[in-house]
Every structure is written in C-alpha cells, then in structure tokens.
C-alpha cells in the first residue's frame, strides 16, 4: 500500500469537503461547547466534594472528570457518524460509485479504505483540538501531559470508524446503520466512564465496557489532563490501537470483497 496514493485517495474527500464544511460547523465547534457547559459546569455545580472525590481519577472538580472523558467520546461519535452513511453510500453507489470510480486509477481497495479513514481522522483531529482548546479554556487542562489527550482521542476516532466502516461497507440496508448508532455508539457514549466512574456499575457490565476502546480512551485522557498517570496507562493505550488494527483489517477483507471487479 503507497503512501501516495492513501493520500491521493483521502484528497477526494478533502475537495468534498471544502464544499460542505458550513454543516459541521455545529457537531465541530459548537456540541464541544454545549456539551461541557451543560454536563461539567451546569451538572458540576451540583455536585459537593465527597461525590466528586467518590469518582477518583484525581479530578478536583466534575468538570476535570467529564471534560477529558467527553473529549474521547465525542471524538468517538464523530468518527462513527462519518464511518457508517458516507461510507455505506460511496460503497453501495448512492453517491455516484465513488469507490468503484477510485479503483479505475491507480488506487486498490487497501488504499480506498486507508484514504477514507485518513479523511476521519483529519475530521476527528480537528474536533478533538477544538474541544481540547474549550478544556484549557475552561482551566481543566493544566498537565504538560495534556495535549497528548489529542492524539488519543484521534485512536479513539480510529479504532471505532475502521470497524464501523467495515459494518458499513458489509451491510445492504440503511437501517443497518441506524441500528449501530443507536444501540452500539450510543451506548457506549452514555456507558464508558464518561460520566461517571466504570468501578462503580455491576461486574458484568464493567467487563463488557471494558472490552471496547472508549472506556480506555476516557480514562488515558483523564489521566493526561489531570497529569495522574499510572502503570496502566500501556493497556488503555493497546487495547484502541488493538480495534484499529483489527478494524482496519477486517474493512480492508470487506472492500475486497464488495469492490471486486
């Protein structure tokens, strides 16, 4: 797979996007906002100091517990919303056989797939600065550590939109990814240690949550920003790289098998 041509592949959807940046002006600069205002400030000014020290993860304030963990999962909900119905259209022809078109270049299915990805993950960069920018803002980053938190909120973009683009490319039916978003995205926004700790659900739920790349995410960035790193920093780092990997295999099978000609 050539590197120029992964980037050849990613410029098409970088020329699209100069034409339709305006409506991800809201989900980029605005939700980050809102989202930290609303939970971190409005629901933090709820909260006494023996509810926020029962949260651990040395956060001072619920702001400094939710912030970095937003950070993660919104950038995790930005990729997945870019992995399912662009994906799923460009594979399926809804939108002008923009895959099948690449492939009649130079391009091959790897590099269609890596492309696309790069594309997401430029888009979940540019989210993730912007939220990071509301944190130091909001005086919740003060870790020399804590600009790194950007660079795993990326992974998390990334080790959630390859499988996704995967389930995206594999399925026929637009419900398919409605479904996705609803009961696999959503609740992993609501249930990965975002807004309160993982320890404190039931045994078999903290396994399950634990087996996906957001709750790992949330609390390394938790850690960077807050400056509270330990010994299990490594895992929370394998364990998204692993579903990049992973994800990013089983899509490349996919496109194989739905691009051959």
Request: with cysteine; hydrophobic share 55%; glycine share 10%.
């Given at each position: 797979m050539a590197g120029a041509n992964v980037l050849r592949s990613c410029e098409h959807w970088v020329v699209q996007y100069q034409r339709t940046w305006r409506g991800t002006l809201v989900s980029s600069f605005l939700m980050p906002l809102l989202y930290l205002s609303a939970m971190g400030v409005g629901v933090g000014s709820r909260l006494d100091d023996g509810a926020?020290?029962?949260?651990?993860?040395?956060?001072?304030?619920?702001?400094?517990?939710?912030?970095?963990?937003?950070?993660?999962?919104?950038?995790?909900?930005?990729?997945?919303?870019?992995?399912?119905?662009?994906?799923?259209?460009?594979?399926?022809?809804?939108?002008?056989?923009?895959?099948?078109?690449?492939?009649?270049?130079?391009?091959?299915?790897?590099?269609?797939?890596?492309?696309?990805?790069?594309?997401?993950?430029?888009?979940?960069?540019?989210?993730?600065?912007?939220?990071?920018?509301?944190?130091?803002?909001?005086?919740?980053?003060?870790?020399?550590?804590?600009?790194?938190?950007?660079?795993?909120?990326?992974?998390?973009?990334?080790?959630?939109?390859?499988?996704?683009?995967?389930?995206?490319?594999?399925?026929?039916?637009?419900?398919?990814?409605?479904?996705?978003?609803?009961?696999?995205?959503?609740?992993?926004?609501?249930?990965?240690?975002?807004?309160?700790?993982?320890?404190?659900m039931p045994e078999p739920l903290q396994w399950l949550v634990m087996a996906g790349p957001l709750a790992h995410s949330t609390e390394l960035c938790r850690a960077l920003v807050t400056g509270t790193i330990t010994g299990s920093a490594l895992l929370h780092l394998i364990v998204p790289a692993a579903w990049l990997v992973i994800g990013f295999a089983m899509a490349c099978r996919v496109y194989r098998r739905r691009l051959a000609v």
């Open positions: 926020v020290a029962a949260l651990g993860g040395g956060s001072p304030d619920y702001l400094s517990f939710v912030g970095p963990g937003l950070l993660a999962a919104v950038s995790m909900q930005t990729a997945a919303i870019m992995a399912t119905y662009p994906v799923h259209g460009a594979i399926s022809g809804r939108q002008g056989n923009i895959y099948q078109s690449m492939l009649h270049s130079p391009l091959g299915t790897a590099e269609v797939c890596a492309g696309h990805l790069l594309f997401i993950g430029l888009q979940v960069f540019l989210t993730a600065t912007v939220f990071f920018g509301y944190l130091v803002a909001f005086g919740v980053a003060t870790s020399l550590w804590a600009p790194f938190a950007i660079l795993i909120a990326l992974l998390t973009g990334l080790a959630c939109a390859a499988p996704v683009a995967a389930f995206s490319a594999w399925t026929g039916k637009d419900a398919s990814l409605t479904v996705v978003l609803r009961f696999a995205i959503l609740p992993a926004f609501l249930f990965s240690g975002t807004f309160y700790p993982v320890h404190l």
